[in-house]
């Protein structure tokens, strides 16, 4: 069994979600510094937008907020940053949702796989070697190296199934 979510509980619960916000840029930062990569400032800040909470966030909605900050950001250019924050394993993309989700523990290589609510939207991220290994060996019996493996499972959290 998996201990838990990487993200704890499930919803989150009641936290203070800037400690999360924090640690994210915190960890972003050292993460770009030891691997080379620039921080810049419009990075950080669709990052921290990215993690304005524990749900997903469309590119639109990040380009709107930018642009209401005053930055007149074009869409390629926060899809670029964005490209970057995946490329940098900060960043999930969502295909299902055609959203991005904050990767809450960037700094160790995981396989995710996402548990989504249709109810409330919340996003879950599991690392659960077990079934990136399953789905590796079925994969390898027809020949073929899987490289990236992103799993998204549709369904409802606690507290959605109670209402
Ligand atoms: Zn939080
Ligand atoms: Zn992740
Ligand atoms: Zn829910």
């Not at 800040?45 to 642009?67: C, F, M, Q």
Request: net charge negative.
């Amino acid at each position: 069994m998996n201990d838990a979510t990487i993200a704890g509980a499930f919803p989150p619960q009641l936290h203070d979600h800037g400690d999360c916000v924090a640690q994210a840029l915190e960890t972003a930062d050292k993460l770009c510094h030891d691997k080379g990569l620039r921080f810049t400032q419009l990075r950080k800040r669709v990052l921290e937008l990215v993690w304005t909470s524990h749900k997903p966030v469309g590119a639109y909605d990040i380009l709107e907020k930018l642009n209401r900050e005053g930055r007149k950001a074009a869409p390629p250019t926060v899809y670029r940053a964005l490209e970057f924050l995946i490329e940098a394993e900060l960043v999930h993309r969502l295909d299902s949702l055609n959203a991005f989700v904050g990767c809450a523990d960037p700094s160790s290589s995981h396989s995710g796989q996402f548990l989504i609510c249709r109810g409330c939207r919340s996003v879950a991220e599991l690392d659960d070697s077990a079934i990136s290994d399953v789905v590796n060996r079925a994969a390898a019996d027809l020949g073929f190296a899987a490289v990236h493996q992103m799993l998204e499972i549709q369904g409802l959290c606690k507290a959605c199934q109670k209402s």
